[in-house]
């Protein structure tokens, strides 16, 4: 049983293409995250939703557009990719807001080229 | 602005061993500390978290220490495996955001 999910699990690209990553979470969680991890395993916070309401919204470059449907699924859709952009995104999970504990999907390994 | 530091970068341990990593953090307001392993290829995951009340905290071979005054936690795992081979990322937060330390790379011989 899958707790969260993300696909595509790789992603290639070439830059200045348009992207989208889409995480699933059948915890019946509130909350959920997007992170990026990148070269040097370095992880930051990019953004966080309740109940499909953006709560966090890290200094991120406006290509980079979530998107809550409903609060199982958090997609992120990136617009004109960078080189930069590669890196590895986990998206996350956590029952409530404010709940510390979360729980992070398999993440999507993007690579622009 | 790094306001969670972990050491060190990279730990070779043999089978049996214990293994120490360290982390400090700035914000006096975190109230949360976890630690969280990630395998090559997955994604994070918890293993063990303290709260700022308490000094220390055991699961198995894993144990947080806690030193509220010195802002400073560490994990120490006994009895090192070669399963334990992995990254540990230390973490902190005051909310449901979570700033993570730089990592360890923890390798176990056997």
């Known amino acids: 049983d899958t707790a969260v999910s993300q696909t595509p699990k790789y992603l290639v690209t070439q830059m200045g293409n348009d992207k989208s990553i889409k995480c699933e979470q059948n915890l019946g969680h509130d909350t959920m995250y997007w992170y990026k991890q990148d070269s040097k395993k370095f992880l930051k916070i990019m953004f966080s939703y309740n109940n499909k309401e953006l709560i966090i919204n890290e200094t991120v470059p406006n290509r980079f557009s979530p998107k809550s449907p409903d609060k199982a699924h958090l997609n992120l859709h990136i617009n004109s990719l960078e080189l930069g952009d590669s890196a590895v995104y986990f998206c996350?999970?956590?029952?409530?807001?404010?709940?510390?504990?979360?729980?992070f999907g398999p993440g999507t390994r993007l690579l622009v080229l | 602005q790094q306001q969670v530091k972990q050491s060190p970068q990279s730990l070779i341990v043999q089978k049996g061993g214990i293994s120490i990593i360290n982390c400090a953090y700035e914000n006096t307001a975190f109230d949360y500390f976890p630690w969280y392993q990630q395998f090559p290829g997955k994604g994070p995951a918890l293993l063990i978290a303290i709260r700022p009340d308490v000094s220390e905290k055991k699961e198995g071979r894993f144990t947080i220490s806690f030193n509220k005054s010195a802002k400073q936690f560490s994990l120490h795992i006994m009895d090192s495996q070669p399963g334990d081979s992995a990254t540990y990322f230390c973490a902190a937060s005051d909310t449901d955001k979570l700033i993570f330390g730089t990592g360890t790379r923890l390798q176990v011989f056997p």
């Open positions: 996350a999970s956590s029952q409530l807001l404010g709940s510390r504990t979360q729980y």
